[in-house]
């Protein structure tokens, strides 16, 4: 059983950056993939980004390319996202979630352990 705990969102002016972290217990990052997820109120989570976890390659998700970056410590079983250029339309709670395997997912039910959420907002 995996436990993940977010870090990191707050307030942000737009254009600026920020970066969350996501901490794992229960079990080791290479035997698995991590997602960030994102809900603004009022729509549907949706996939940012996901991360192999043991070769550490990567999928985003069209909105968010060029902008965020995500990295993994292994040793640390942690998992960063690193968000620049902040626009408004990226605030929302930000969730991290893992998967044994280490196909990437897009689709929140592809994800059997899930953290408790950090809030992004950005301000304009």
């Known amino acids: 059983q995996v436990q993940l705990v977010e870090s990191g969102g707050g307030l942000v002016q737009a254009g600026n950056s920020l970066s969350l972290s996501c901490v794992a217990s229960?079990?080791?990052?290479?035997?698995?993939?991590v997602a960030w997820f994102r809900q603004a109120p009022g729509k549907e989570r949706e996939f940012v980004v996901g991360v192999n976890g043991s070769s550490g390659s990567t999928f985003f998700a069209d909105g968010v390319k060029g902008r965020f970056t995500v990295s993994r410590d292994n040793a640390k079983s942690t998992v960063y996202l690193h968000m620049s250029y902040l626009r408004s339309e990226d605030a929302a709670v930000y969730y991290c979630?893992?998967?044994?395997?280490?196909?990437?997912?897009?689709?929140?039910?592809?994800?059997?352990?899930w953290g408790q959420g950090t809030q992004v907002s950005v301000s304009s």
């Open positions: 979630a893992a998967r044994s395997g280490w196909p990437i997912y897009s689709t929140a039910e592809e994800y059997d352990f």
């Open positions: 229960g079990g080791s990052l290479s035997e698995h993939t």
